[in-house]
């Protein structure tokens, strides 16, 4: 029962990290249908980012102020590249072929994560302790404020972001231009921000995810994108691409499956089995979890 | 009638190399009912995407009161007062009825509630149906939701695009009859259809595009009497 609950809590910890950055790539996803193999990348980079804005702007202060800046001033900065990579590496290849798109999602990748490796070496750096090191033992299960703050914080903009989605003139516009880029415009929806939006929101949702990771983890490398990149992908994939609950749930799903995986099993069999999970879930549900079955346009 | 509201000149479009309109002419009237009939690749659908902007002219002019519309990116036409029901309905079918029109109003600050009632009134099963999901509405009800959305703009003019493509006769009935309510509510119609004889019965006046070109103008009177359109759609021999 100990590992049980020790592994639910480490479980919702990692799957709310998983389900932050898997929005990002689920949304542009649905709006685009492409995969922004660059976001994984994005997620490292905003870690790198935090750093720095801790260490240069904020003068090494962990307040809660400082904190709530570091979490603000990242978020806003990796909005701003999400941007520029959306205007530079996807617009100009909107009528293109899917497959050129695809490439350059892998290039920018690469561009991003060897950017970080120039800025910031190609060691592993150690990201602050922005958070005290509190921990509460209920009967053996230890949770760390770290991982209340992480559920907590991630909880409430999933909420944020579901109630945005599906209650707002905005999301209503973001899920029409989802469904049918043309009938979109014919409602008078500038296509062109509604994608420059659904960036903004994708990378900012990252780049706190990026910091969580750096919280949590503590050791950061130039390359990690990729690894928690794969994760979150496989969330949004296992939750349905392009359904926002979808990613959510995929997250939380793959988190807690990962973590009972290394508390029953052993933390070596965690990745084996996840992918194992994702090609048993491509047969018996090929669309995902919450994903629709995409009709034929007439 | 001769308040000249809309005027396409010379227009010339392709796709690729290939030419799909071949310099067309037309215009319409304040408060008229147009129609462009034609049979299948004529270029009917092509002109009623170029003037809303989804396609681009390559030469040739869109003039709607005055204003030159080719330079327009798309999502400002419908602000302009042209709004546009797209052949094979093109409603968002995760997204419940009401959502579809209130998108439909997407461009105005406030939905306003008279357009909505009246909207309902034309198509009681719109409103019956307004929390249900767009995409399990039949396809003549979708039609009414297609149209219901382009009015939700309150726009002076209006392109309903083949309004009557794959629908049971009788709803294709209903709907004609509410586009002559929605023309006596004084909003412009330019209706693209390849049901000749319902479309001249409804229209004041009509075009026949044929291969990209126009090959006949005039009343809706001189059209259905005219040998051309017996012959071509009215299957009636010489």
Known sequence: METFLQQLANGLTIGSMFALVALGYTMVYGVMRLINFAHGDMVAAAAFVGLTVYTQVMGQATSLFAVVAIFLLTAGLMACVGVILERVAYRPLRTAPRLSAVVSALGASLVIQNGIMLIWGPRMRIFPELVPQQFWNFGGVVISLIQVLILVISLVLMVALYLFIEKTRMGAAIRASSIDQDAARLMGINVNSIIALIFIIGSSLGAIGGLFIGLYYRGITFNMGWQYGLYAFIAAILGGIGNIPGAMLGGMLLGLFSAFISGYVSSTWADAFTFMLLIFILIVRPTGLLGERVAEKV | ?238
Do not use: C
Not at chain 2, 60 to 88: C, D, M, N, Y
């Open chain 2, 1 to 238: 009638m001769s308040d000249v509201l809309f005027t396409v000149e010379n227009l010339e479009v392709s796709y690729g190399s290939i030419a799909a309109l071949k310099g067309i002419s037309l215009e319409v009237h304040r408060g008229e009912i147009v129609t462009i009939l034609g049979a299948n690749g004529a270029g009917k659908t092509t002109t009623m995407r170029t003037i809303s902007q989804l396609l681009k002219a390559k030469s040739g002019s869109i003039r709607f009161k005055g204003q030159e519309l080719t330079k327009v990116p798309a999502h400002k036409i419908v602000k302009l007062g042209i709004s546009h029901s797209p052949e094979g309905r093109r409603v968002f079918g995760v997204l419940t009825v009401e959502e579809n029109l209130l998108l439909g109003a997407y461009t105005r600050a406030k939905v306003n509630p008279k357009t909505l009632r009246w909207i309902y009134e034309m198509f009681p099963r719109l409103e019956e149906r307004r929390k249900q999901l767009a995409g399990t509405l039949s396809g003549g009800e979708q039609q009414m939701l297609a149209i219901g959305r382009a009015l939700m703009s309150d726009p002076e003019m209006v392109l309903l695009d083949e309004p009557s493509l794959g629908i049971a006769p009788i709803l294709v009935k209903a709907i004609f009859e509410q586009i002559k309510e929605i023309s006596r509510q004084g909003v412009t119609v330019l209706l693209v259809e390849q049901n000749a004889k319902a479309a001249l019965k409804l229209a004041d006046r009509g075009y026949v595009l044929e291969v990209g070109k126009i090959a006949l103008a005039g009343s809706s009177a001189e059209l259905l009497a005219s040998d051309k359109v017996q012959e071509a759609y009215l299957g009636k021999k010489q």
